[in-house]
């Protein structure tokens, strides 16, 4: 919980930020798996499951700011 937390405490600014770095991470992650690099291979659906987050949380926001 304290991953969704520190991201709920982010403003919109830092969590698009965030998103674009964790976007980049897993294209690195997925480059590394090609070419055989990657030592945790579980970083790669860690890194999806914190896109999925901060997606999840900008809906929210949007939601509540009355937004389609």
Known sequence: RTKLER???L???ELAEELRRQR???FALR???V???LE???AIPE???EIARILTLMREREA???GD
């Open 24 to 26: 980049e991470r897993l």
């Open 40 to 42: 945790n291979t579980a």
């Open 11 to 13: 403003t919109d600014r």
């Open 35 to 37: 070419t055989r690099q």
């Open 31 to 33: 480059r590394e798996n």
């Open 64 to 66: 509540a700011s009355g």
């Open 7 to 9: 991201l709920r405490n």
């Open 47 to 49: 890194t999806k499951k």
